[in-house]
């Protein structure tokens, strides 16, 4: 079974989703400028001209909106639900090489999993809304961006999420993640600030870590410059991305910082030992599995010991004293175990922890709003705990 790589995306597809009306999921327009706000056009076409991407013909949907999968099930996956696996299905469609077989800048060529949601977003006849929030990239620091998002039609101030893309640092951007930020940003009500951090084996370890708190820090101080407001700033991440939010509270409690008011891991990297129960399930699984991981740590790491400091093995590190947090960890995921160790670990240290794990979803799942109904009610937890905490 392929290793799935992410791949930057020139346009925007909007996704509906089941709370406010859209979450998005794919990129938004790569080609957004700095000090360029932009937004996306009302049923604007989805992307076709994904390199290595089969023909739509390979699958058909039997009505306007229906996700089926057509073929049998994965032997990795026998309890995949439906419309994950028709996902998984145009994800191999692909015919991606797996990660241990590429360079980093080969992998980053690759489809994505976002790629394989709006192929089968087009398969099944799914409209894209139109884009509720303003976008701009802006450089915090030299050498550091973020695309920001803002709520449409309101002055604020907002709340803001200070948001990590997944991709094991060493892959991925803001546009592939860019549904997790443009729902976050739509159902929260919020300024989402999407970090794009260095990335590895250019950028080693802890380079992706001191961009993360760098970002977090610029928030801090320029809140009220994007429509924010400094007193109600949250952190979350995906994936990698997870790692370093989780990271960003830690820092902030150690620097005397001012403490996000709450962070939100989606099936974060919070561990570095990959022979626990979930890395030995999942051998095989896409779009992530146990020889991808430990291509991702071997670009990051600068020797083997980096991947036990407690920046990268979250489960050895001190979580006494970090701000509420909500985990969501996917089923056929090398990262399960992990995750639920780290829930476990800040329920023991005095955290209020909600942990949700989605039986039948995979890695990546949780942008796949119009699609995956794991995914739309997954993002109606974090978006209600997340409203919770900085209304």
């Known amino acids: 079974m392929n290793h799935l790589a992410y791949r930057s995306l020139p ?24 000090s360029e706000t932009t937004t996306a056009a009302a049923g604007a076409p989805a992307d076709s001209a994904t390199t290595g991407t089969n023909a739509d013909s390979t699958a058909t949907a039997s009505a306007p909106g229906t996700v ?46 976002a790629d394989a949601a709006k192929k ?16 701009v990239t802006k450089t915090l620091t030299p050498g550091l961006k973020a695309r920001i998002y803002t709520p449409k ?6 709340p803001v999420i200070v948001y990590y893309h997944g991709g094991g640092w060493v892959i991925a951007t803001n546009d592939t993640y860019a549904a997790s930020a443009q729902a976050l940003c739509e159902q929260v009500g ?31 101080k320029n809140a009220a410059g994007m429509k924010g407001d400094p007193a109600k700033v949250a952190v979350v991440g995906e994936s ?40 030995q399930a999942n051998t095989e699984t896409a779009p992530l599995n146990k020889g991808g991981m430990e ?32 985990i969501i960890g996917a ?34 799942f949780f942008g796949m709003a119009a699609v995956v109904p794991e995914a739309k009610d997954a993002q109606g937890v974090v978006v209600s705990d997340l409203k919770g905490a900085l209304k």
């Open 190 to 220: 919020a300024v989402v600030v999407s970090v794009e951090y260095r990335k590895a084996p250019e950028h080693k370890f802890p380079a992706a870590h001191d961009d993360a708190f760098a970002a977090y820090q610029y928030v801090l």
């Open 153 to 158: 039609g309101a002055a604020g101030p907002f």
């Open 68 to 113: 089926k999968p057509t073929m049998a099930k994965p032997a990795w996956g026998p309890n995949l639900k439906p419309e994950m696996q028709a996902v998984i299905e145009q994800l191999m469609s692909f015919k991606n090489k797996p990660l241990p077989e590429l360079t980093a800048a080969q992998a980053r060529k690759q489809p994505s999993a």
């Open 295 to 326: 291509w991702f740590f071997k670009n990051y790491q600068r020797t083997p010991a980096d991947l036990k400091d407690p920046r990268i093995n979250l489960v050895a590190a001190n979580l006494k004293g970090l701000e509420p947090t909500t």
């Open 120 to 135: 089968q977003m087009r398969l099944s006849n799914i409209p894209a809304p139109p884009l509720n929030c303003d976008t």
């Open 11 to 34: 346009l925007a597809l909007l996704l509906a989703s089941a709370l406010t009306g859209s979450a998005l999921l794919s990129s938004c327009n790569s080609k957004t400028t700095e």
């Open 240 to 279: 990698a991305g997870g790692n370093l939010a989780c990271n960003v509270s830690i820092m902030a409690r150690d620097k005397k910082v001012a403490l996000p008011k709450y962070q939100v891991l989606v099936y974060p990297i919070a561990g570095s030992d990959t022979n626990t129960p979930s890395y």
């Open 331 to 364: 089923d056929y995921d090398p990262l399960k175990s992990e995750g639920k160790t780290l829930a476990d670990n800040l329920t023991a240290a005095g955290v209020k922890t909600n942990y949700k794990l989605y039986e039948g979803t995979t890695h990546e």
